[in-house]
């Protein structure tokens, strides 16, 4: 049996059908001498476009309708996708992700894989045909539900197939040529990085990296799948490769920034951060919003402050809820979060330097966190392209 890759294409590469056609080409291409498990994204701004549509006709979205509602998008690539590839002569079949036996929590909009048991998709393989899987998306063995696995979901998708299948490695395939040093958009001079180890890639995600879910790549160190981040072309010379062991005996240097747009600080009157974290999960639960990413919480003064991240749909709906409750109050100030991630542990020559740069530049922070592998400075939002591009010469790619 021919070598097994799974390729995972984004959003981008598909919003139209003439980008459909060209992937499917690619793809026919590569199948000549690899096995294909193709993970599709919604087509360009199908997500948005049917999360707009929902708040259309509801104020509150129920959660569970919302998952019927978005999984549409990853269904109609998987089949366009499908079509096009019978076209081009080359045999596929395209499953949703209950189909392929993606098993995953009762959450809905935030749903955990909890196992995979891809009989259909490995009969189809043995057939010798692409297999082109809906992203995104599982069912709960418990409630028989279909769940979706959050933002950027499809990642998880792909890497999960991945694992299961032992392949050969996971291309995560963008509009993008690689990992950048910086968002490319904000800073000119980013350069792109062209290898990075899990931990490494784990540190830029959850600190807002958009090239992958970060809970994709904490599944690829788990089940040590290969990850190739690039183009969605011809071309796979160029691209990002991560892997066990990468970069992990160079000296500490700083090595890329990553930025959270959008950070809220929401205060509570209970000093006791347990009760105070769970009574928003249940608030949250009870107004059917997804738990936001939380990076912080923390008590003071009698009261607890939890800083919370995330889609920018998640976070209307939460300053909407949230206004005028009277035991959660959301401040005012809009922030963001600057991400430093190193080669190594962050070292005091480093976080002086960065220091040091932004009194140089007159930028404000109001709240610095630590950990073994970046240093993240919190500023206001109106901020954030600033500081971005000051600390990016510290950068040594």
């Not at 209950?98 to 995953?104: D, K, R």
Request: hydrophobic share 40%; proline share 4%; charged share 20%.
């Amino acid at each position: 049996m021919k070598p097994l890759i799974v390729q995972k294409y984004g959003g981008a590469t598909l919003a139209d059908p003439d980008k459909i056609k060209s992937v499917a080409a690619r793809v026919c291409h590569q199948a000549q001498e690899n096995s294909l498990l193709v993970v599709v994204s919604a087509m360009g701004k199908t997500t948005n476009s049917l999360i707009d549509l929902a708040n259309q006709v509801s104020q509150r979205p129920h959660r569970r309708e919302m998952d019927m509602l978005l999984t549409v998008g990853e269904r109609i690539s998987m089949s366009l996708m499908s079509m096009a590839l019978n076209d081009l002569g080359c045999s596929a079949i395209s499953f949703t992700g209950s189909q392929a036996g993606i098993f995953t929590d009762d959450s809905h909009v935030n749903a955990f894989i909890k196992d995979v048991k891809p009989i259909r998709i490995a009969e189809a393989l043995q057939k010798d045909k692409v297999v082109i899987l809906a992203g995104f998306q599982g069912v709960s063995p418990q409630t028989k539900e279909i769940t979706t696995l959050g933002r950027g979901g499809s990642d998880t998708s792909a890497v999960a197939m991945a694992a299961a299948f032992n392949a050969e490695r996971c291309e995560i395939l963008k509009d993008v040529p690689a990992v950048f040093t910086a968002d490319p958009n904000i800073v000119k001079t980013a350069k792109p990085l062209k290898e990075l180890n899990y931990d490494q890639l784990m540190e830029m995600t959850f600190w807002g990296a958009k090239v992958l879910h970060y809970r994709s790549v904490e599944l690829a160190k788990i089940r040590n799948v290969t990850l190739y981040i690039g183009p969605a072309s011809n071309k796979t010379s160029d691209g990002t490769l991560v892997k066990k062991g990468l970069n992990m005996f160079e000296s500490s240097k700083a090595l890329s920034l990553n930025s959270h747009e959008l950070v809220l600080s929401v205060h509570c009157h209970e000093k006791n951060p347990a009760k105070a974290l769970r009574d928003l999960q249940h608030l949250f639960n009870e107004k059917q919003i997804a738990f936001p990413q939380m990076l912080q919480c923390s008590s003071e003064n009698g009261t607890t402050e939890i800083l919370l991240t995330g889609p920018q749909e998640i976070m209307i709906a939460m300053k909407r809820e949230l206004k005028g409750n009277k035991n959660f109050v959301v401040q005012d100030n809009e922030y963001s979060t600057v991400t430093l991630t190193c080669t190594g542990a962050t070292s005091p020559e480093l976080v002086q330097q960065v220091l040091d740069v932004l009194h140089s530049r007159a930028l404000p922070s109001e709240k610095i966190l630590m950990s073994a592998m970046s240093m993240t400075i919190m500023t206001s939002a109106s901020e954030r392209k600033a500081v971005i591009e000051s600390l990016h010469s510290l950068i040594q790619a």
